[in-house]
């Protein structure tokens, strides 16, 4: 309703005007902290959303979280690498693979490169729980950093394209049916005491050392897996040769011709194939497990 004034009065148009700008004024004022709240709140979810969709730092707060829930039942436990000592206090019900993750930060060992030895190897899908980790336990951890990775040294270049032409040739005809290894195959026969073998069966490594299999002089080898202290014992009659697993380069093998169930392997323990060390009559459903034993999951070399 509009305001007519009186004949004769005065009217101050400032006056009567500054209610309506003051109100507009407030209007606008109100408007614009609404906005700017919504822009605030918007900018926040949009951040939040960049950030999740890309998955940065998600698992690592999720870890750090997680291991600071008071929900969760934790154990504390000591974690021992190279003879150093770290208290860690850890879910319960979490698993060894993001033990790994988490003893990564406090190593420098990468996750894909540890062994984590308690009562034997412990697996990934495994919760604390599940190898029933006491309070005060030592879990031992053995795997190499980077560091030490890349710091062994390269065979050199002759040595190298002298293996590149043995290797091309080798690749035409199967191990067994090549004449170094068919010789001692011939020579020796299948040994009487080694274990059934057990062809497309993958089994893990049996509680008692390997046994039954012979070396390329017709020995016999028995193969003792001491994960513990991360050492490959192979042994004959007159020796036993404790060798550190991360000095070993490669393990190969193959399936013997006419006799699938076994396999020849080869343990590389030095930079060259021409270190490689020869068992014969490997029980085929062993073959996968002596390598993730003596390698890991993974073959870096």
Known sequence: MSYIPLEGSSVDLKETK????????????????????????CTDAQIQSILTAAGQNILDEEEDEDSKSTDLEMVDFIVIFKKEKHEVSFPFDHTVSKLKSHIEKITGVPASLQKIMYKGLAKDDVTLRDLKVVKGAKIMV???????????????????????????????????EQKQHKKVLDKYGKPDDVPVGIKKCTEPLPQVPLSGMYNKAGGKVRLTFKMESDQLWI?????????????????????????????????????????????YWVPAQYVEAVKEAILGKWQFF
């Open 142 to 176: 053995v795997g190499s950093t980077l560091n030490d990775v890349l710091s062994v040294s390269a065979p050199a270049s002759k040595e190298l394209q002298a293996e590149e032409k043995a290797s091309a040739k080798a690749a035409k005809e199967p191990l067994s």
């Open 235 to 279: 042994g004959t009659k007159e020796r036993t040769d404790k060798i550190p697993m991360q000095s070993i380069k490669a393990v190969v093998s193959e399936a013997i011709k006419g006799h699938e169930d076994y396999h020849i392997m080869g343990i590389q323990l030095g930079p060259t194939e021409a270190s490689r060390y020869w068992v």
């Open 18 to 41: 500054q209610p309506a700008a003051s109100s507009e004024a407030d209007m606008k004022e109100k408007d614009n902290g609404q906005t700017s709240d919504q822009a605030a709140a």
